[in-house]
Structures are given as C-alpha cells and as structure tokens.
C-alpha cells in the first residue's frame, strides 16, 4: 500500500465540516456517494479509511451521505475524529487506504488456540491504543480472551502491555497507597472516605475512580457533588503533593488508554474474563504509580464475584502478575449480599460519605464499617501493625475529625469544595402497610433513580429510610424520590407506581 | 422491562428525519443531547434503543447530536433504519429500552467451552436475523466458532438454524442442481456457463450469485452487463419455471438473511471458521430449493483452500450435514494455482462468456475445460453415466449452440438480454522487453481494476492479452486498460507507472 501514498495525497484531498455527531469511541466520517474519492478508491460504507491532517492520522469508519448535507468537496467529522485530527474549520484532510492491521494475526492465532507473548500482546494492545481496531476486531480480541483463556503467564503479559502503552505515574515517596472495588454494591461510595483516613495518617493515595456507565452514580459523579474531579495529571499530581491524596476522574486522567477503549466493548457484551479484569485493574495501579493496593472483593449472589473459590483464585494471580509490575496486593473479600449507605445518585451518595465522615448520629453504619475495614487493610500493609491496631487506628482518625478535616482539604486542593446540591422537587413513598421490609429491588430502584435523572441531574435520585430488616409502620417513609424537575419527578413516579412495590414488606405483621 | 411500555409509549415519541445516511447494515438514529427522552430515560452515545412505528420494530444504535442538525423533537433516521421502520415524513415513532438479548446467554456459554445445540443455535441465529445483534455481538459469535470449535453436530446445528430463519424455495420438480465455488479465483465466471450448460440439458438450476465485495467483479456484476438480475424471488421463480435456470443476484432474493448478516462481520475480521462457511454454503443451497449441489474447490497457494487436506475433511463435513438437511453434496477439487479466463471488470468478465458460449476462436480455454468439468459433475450426480460421458456431454451441450441459445434465452426471460458496454477510454500497456512472461501480480491487477473504475463503472477493468507462459517480443500489447471516464483511466494510469511492473517479463530472453 505504502509505495503508492505519494500519488493518493496528491489526489485525495475534501475540505472538513464539524457535523456535531457523537459517535462514541469510534471514529466516523460521512462522504457524498458521489464525490470523486469515494468513486476513485472504491471507498464505501463501512470502508475503513486513514484520515490525515498535520502530523495527526486518524482511522475512521465510512458513512456514505446520499442528501445534500454535505458538498462532494466535503468530508464531515465526527466529534471524536474532529477531536484526535485537532481540526479546525476550512482544514483540508487527505484520504488513503489504511496499511493492513499487521497484530490481528495474534488474535487470529489466539482464536486458533495459541498462546500470546509479551510481543505479540504488545503489538495488539500498542494498536488497540492508537484507535486501529474497531468494534468487531476488538470484540473478537476480548472474545478470544474471554472465560479462562488467558493463563497467567499471558494475563501478565497482558498487564505489563497495557502498562507500556500509557503513562505512568512516578511520585517521589517510597510508599504509593491504591484500592479497587471487584464489581460494585449500589451505593458502595467507601473510596472518599478511605483516602480521607489513609491521607489523615500520612499515607499516599491517588485514587482515581470512574464515572457511572449503566448505575445512577459512580465515584466520580458523587464526589463532583462535593469537588471538581476532571483534573488532569499535572493538576492531579500537585493535589496529591499538597494533601497527600486526591479523589478524581479516571476518564480525564486517562492512565490506561487500551483499557478505556476495550472496557467499552466489554461492556456490552458482558463476558466475563478473569485475565482481562486483572490485566485492567493491574495496569491503572500500576499507571497511577501505586505500591501496595487493596482490593475490596465483595462476593454474593448479586455481586461480581459470586463464589468464595473465584475470589481465591483471583486473590492468587492478582498477587502473583502483581509481583511482576511491582505491586503489593492484598484482598479483602467481603460480604456483598447488600447493598451499602442509604443515598442512590450523585449528590445522595456524597451525603453518606459527609454523614460518616463528620460523626453524623444518622450516617449509614455499614458505610463507615466498610470504610474502616479498607482503610485498615491499608494500614496493615503500610507498616507493621496488628488488623485490630489498623482497624482501630482507621476508627479514631473519623472519630476524631481528622479524616474529615484531610477531606474538606483534599477538596480544596482540586479545586474547592462544594456543598451537594438539594432537589427542588421530592416525593416521600410511604409504606401501605405496617410491618418488616423483608427485601428491596435493587435493580428497579436503581431505575427510578435515573428516570428521576440521576446521574446527569446530580441532586435527583432517592434516599433510603428503612433497609431491609427495619419495622415500618403504615403510612411511614420508605424511601424519598428527588428529582431536579418536576417533569422528571412525575416520569419516575409514573414508572414507580405501575409497578409491583419495590421495597417488599411481609404481608399482615 | 416490559411491563413499564405502556408508560414509555405514551411519552417518547419523537417526529422522523431521514438524514440520508448510509451506515451499511446497521441501523442508527440521531438524537439531540437536549431532548427530552435522551435525558429521561439516559440515552447516551451507542445506546440500544427499540424504536417502532405502526407495527415495525428496529433495534438501533443511538448517535448523540450536538449541532442544530435536528430539532429536540426530531429523530434522524439512517438508511436502513428508514427503511426497515418503512417511514414516511412527518412519521411519529415509539422509542424504549429494548428487552435483554436472551440468546446471548448461548453465545457465552459457548465462549466459556459448552456445546450448542439446536434450540440454542435457533435462539442465535432468529435473534441475529431479526437484527438484534450488534456488530460487537456478532463479533463475538464468529469468534466463539471459529477455526474449529463447532463440531460436525453443532455445524449441522448452524446450517439448520440458518435455513429454519429464511424462505426455502420448493420446486415442482423432483431434482434441482446448484454449484457453489468456495473462495474464488479472479476472472473464475464459469457460473453462467455451467447454468446454461446444465439447463440446455433439461435440468432445472435457479443460481443466485453475489457481488463483488472487495475485488473488481462479482458474478452477479459481471452477469448484470448481460441481463437484470435484482430479481426478486417471485421473478426468479418465473424465469426459472419458464427457461429452467437464472443467474440472480443472491442480495435481492435474500435467501439466508442470518448469513448475509454474519458474512458482512466475518469478512473484516477474516477469521477462517469450518463450520460457518460450510453452514453459510449449505443453508443457501438448501433454502434456494436444490437437492443436487457441486461445490467448485479450487485449492493452491492463493486460494482459500490451500491443502488437499483441508479440502478432503470439508468434503466429508459437507457430504454428512447435506445428508441431514436434503442436499446431495458433490466436491469437485480443482488446480486454485492460476487465474481463469483474461477479463477483469464485469463487462470484460462478460466477454469472456460470451466468447466461450459462442465458441469464439479466441474464447479462454481454462474458463471453458472449468465449466465444462463442473457441468459433467452435475450430469454425472443427476443421472447415471460415466465422468467421460458426462465431460463429453457438457462439451457438446456448448459445441452444437445448444447452450448458447439457452443463455439467451435466460437473459431474455430476466428481462432482456443486453449488449455488455464498451469503455471509452483505453490504454494499451506494452512489453518493455522481449521474453516470457513469468508471473502476474493478480493483487495489483485487480487493484488497477479498481482505480479504473470497476466494478461501479461496468465497462471498466482491463484484459490480458498474455497469460503466464506466453511469449512476448518488445512493444506487444500485455493488457489494455479500460475505463469510462478520462479521469478513471488517469488514475489507474498515475497509480500502475508508479509501480513495478505487475506483468513481469523474464530478462534477456
């Protein structure tokens, strides 16, 4: 291909138009059907074409256009093109042919059953980094790597590849402290409150966390409630220096670049792979500059990890491949058959974690117990220090106000802190008869909390009154909706009461 | 999810816009990040969304709008999705949250190693025909069953679930023959040959054939200069009924709608998988109506099939699921080690047939001795005679006019039989040197092809005048170019004397 670009760049040159079409990842750009490149090369929908423009190479995906949204002298982007072309308006991209993707071999010798290398993972995780693989090629790379198809010695070489692609963090102290949630409880916000303790006692911890995907609220939308979190690594780098650590968003870091781009099409698709949840988890504390790294490992029927036996054996590689990249791992399985705090969305979760964080006679419990149980992991693996000493130690720094004091500073160091914005509108669901909640839905309640608009509206979801195990009397509050409107106050509603209840309370007690 | 539609149905509706986007066979609508159903019910940038109007259903993947393209009550519409919703202007559609994609449970479990059975693989392939897979689904079920990870059982299994999805032509008539060509050589245009061949001699074979996808013609490309062949399956039916044999072309009939889909995601990926071709080969054959079917194997170093072996387990594999689904399979494996026939482009392909039908003086010999063998084949499974009879026979069905005149008869009963044009632009490309010619570059000559114009322009392509082992002297013509525009034969021009010879001449001979 390469011995005929000379003659293609003198040629295939269309003058750029911003169609403000979000494409996601995938970089798409439309054409006219019949514009002279398209007609010349043979270009055609789906074409996968390499869009150049000053030192800036891009491969994007082909739509045709047959309307007159665009002229055959123009070529409309897509955001995330305009974005890595780093065009401007009148800019004139060249067109060519792209070089065949040279790594798909390696997947296509997985599929067959072989085994990859460090090189042969490097050569695919280097191109799935520089955007080279669409959509079909990385699902059938995860899909060749799914289930226990990596064995450990390629889930490492996975682990250090996605490493070598991105950027890592070296910060001038011997001791970096991490932590990572294995598949989330609702409402599980523990990590604003374990990088308050661990930073009151001294310790490093650059925590960066993830924004919700599919759930009303992630770390990162919680804690934006209470700080700014799109901090970049120079900004992220002079926090944790000043306040010894920080809580922001993975997204704006972008520690691991391969792994934001597989995590997407993973997603969907929904297999489970323990290589690749090693390899992902691994590759960001290793990126962040981390050390020593808990995981908290729930294990339940509706959490992640849903047998003791998983959670072991992860326990046993995520040591091991550790070892390798230089990380000290410790996990800590937890009991993962319930939910934790009482707030779903945003700026309700950020309520538990202040509640906890200053002593509050109303804060959620298990929240605080939860927290304390990581924080003292931390400790453990900091120094020499008996688990009754760590966990006691965790428990005076929030007793005390001194985790509450390093978090009010640590969100002065991002940027300021913020008090979590109110719902204008709130409706209270009170219980139609008395009793015990014997059980909640927690998949539906999660929905009426994002018809309510959470996360994009930060004050909207719902709170809690009663967990299950409490008694409630009739007419008492369950749980209240907020919603940041009331058009989307009355959507929930409307879905809520066409539903069966969704916090159950036995029948005639 | 379902119980709550009644609600979204009365809420989310949006007026159609078609966009007149073509984003190939992917449904794709257009929203704005403003309007109110994006932000109610979450949608964001590659959410499923389920939209319906009056009774049609389309599971479509959102593109989020930044720009003033669409109004907040407007959804855009690609092509696909335009027309598979069958919209009309100003038409109000119905949008929600798709229900989960059960049969996707199938697909893992065979990534995790399970077999599939045939309610598993229906459950698969009825999802993937009704467009509910996404390209990354997809993806991952071409993965999970490829090399050789579905057994004879569960390729059995694919072939029957393909054929169960689709139509299956019946015929008045006891025995139906078919030819398929697995993986073809360039120029290889025996099908219109074989057809009228076999049909002279009274047998019946409606042939559909496809089109060209990355090379410079298709069989229905190179046909379509002769005759129409977007016949649908009413019109095929009738010329068939009234002539004995068609040459359509498959895309308009759409036999195997399950593999038309997994063909557009396999290609891309050029995962080589046993069982689906031969589930993709077999649920055509079986769904067009044939009972008798000869499968063209070319094996050689540039063809698909590149061992003996490989082509001796195919055979057994194909032999044994025909059997269970009514389809008497014969492999004919033949030389793949040379191009056949000297056009390349659908018009010069056409000229070949011709020129072999009408017993033309310089008719290429290798097209006719391939159509002629794989005719005898077909003789030889539908009646009892020898191999040399069934040759001879097929020889003297193109000797004596007989399948000329059947041809035509074809072509007119299509629609008219036409005259294949004529580019009007050529170029002759002329030995440098006097000697032997040693080797062509089928690659790059295809390419030229393509720059010419071809297959979108008809006439274009080129023609070899000096196949492998002829002899040249100094200025002889090799091929001619041809193209329908100035333009197309310039840049074929620019791109071929930018290059190193693709017909390369023995030095000093």
Redesign the interface.
């Known amino acids: 291909m390469s ?2 670009q ?2 293609d760049r003198a ?1 295939n040159v269309l003058q750029v138009r ?7 990842f995938e970089p798409v750009v ?1 054409m006219r ?1 019949d514009c ?1 490149i398209c ?4 270009f055609e ?2 074409s ?1 074409i390499l869009v150049s423009l000053r030192g800036h190479h891009v491969l994007a995906t082909l ?7 665009l002229g055959t002298h123009e070529i409309g982007l ?2 995330i093109a305009w974005k890595l072309l780093a065009a401007e308006a009148d800019d004139v991209v060249t067109l060519s042919h792209p070089e065949p993707l040279e790594s ?1 071999r390696h997947v ?1 010798a997985k ?3 072989q085994r990859l290398d460090d090189a042969a993972m490097h050569a695919i995780i280097k191109d799935i980094a520089a955007r080279k693989y ?7 790379f ?3 790597c ?2 226990d198809r990596l064995n450990i010695a390629e889930t490492g070489a996975l682990t250090r590849a996605m490493i070598a692609v991105g950027e890592r963090l070296s910060w001038d102290r011997p001791l970096i402290v991490d932590k990572h949630s294995v598949g989330g409880l609702p409402g599980n916000r523990t990590t604003p409150i374990v990088v308050a303790i661990v930073a009151a006692a001294g310790l490093t911890m650059p925590k960066t966390s993830s924004r919700a995907i599919t759930s009303p609220a992630g770390t990162a939308d919680a804690m934006e409630t209470l700080a700014p979190v799109a901090l970049d690594v120079k900004a992220m780098r002079r926090v944790v220096e000043q306040v010894g650590g920080c809580i922001v968003w993975g997204g704006a870091v972008q520690l691991s670049p391969a792994d934001d781009i597989l995590i ?2 993973e997603r ?4 489970d792979s323990e290589g690749q949840m090693i390899a992902s988890i691994l590759s960001k504390k290793a990126a962040a500059g981390a050390t020593h790294v808990v995981i908290d490992m729930p294990v339940g029927p509706t959490a992640k990890i849903r047998k003791l036996e998983t959670a072991t054996s992860l326990e046993t590689a995520m040591v091991k491949i550790g070892q390798t990249v230089g990380l000290n791992i410790s996990v800590l399985v937890a009991d993962g058959s319930q939910p934790v705090g009482r707030g779903i969305g945003p700026a309700l979760e950020a309520r538990d974690v202040l509640a906890v964080l200053r002593n509050d006679a109303d804060a959620p419990q298990d929240l605080r117990n939860r927290a304390v149980a990581l924080a003292g992991r931390i400790f453990e693996m900091a120094g020499s220090i008996t688990p009754e000493a760590a966990i006691a130690k965790a428990q005076v720094l929030i007793d005390d106000g001194q985790a509450w004091r390093k978090f009010q500073a640590i969100c002065e160091a991002q940027g300021g802190m913020r008090v979590p914005p109110q719902a204008a509108h709130t409706h209270v669901v009170a219980a139609p008869a008395a009793g015990p909640v014997i059980s909640i839905d927690n998949r539906r309640l999660a929905r009426v909390a ?2 309510a ?1 959470a996360p ?1 509206s930060p004050a909207a979801g719902l709170y809690l009154h009663s967990p299950v195990g409490t008694r409630v009397e009739r007419g008492q509050p369950l749980f209240t909706l907020h919603a940041e409107t009331p ?2 106050l009355a ?1 929930a509603l ?2 809520l009461y ?2 069966p209840p969704v916090v159950a309370i036995a029948n005639g007690q």
């Not at 911003?18 to 996601?24: A, E, F, N």
């Not at 669409?134 to 059938?140: P, Q, Y």
């Open positions: 011995n005929h000379p003659h040629i911003r169609l403000g079409i979000d494409t996601y439309f059907s002279a007609r010349s090369e043979g929908s789906h996968r739509n045709i256009v047959t309307s007159n949204l897509s955001e798909m296509r599929v067959y059953g669409t959509d079909i090629d990385l699902s059938a995860i899909t060749a799914a289930g997407r099409v969907p698709l929904d297999l994002k018809l608009g994009q058009g989307e959507y409307a879905y066409g539903q």
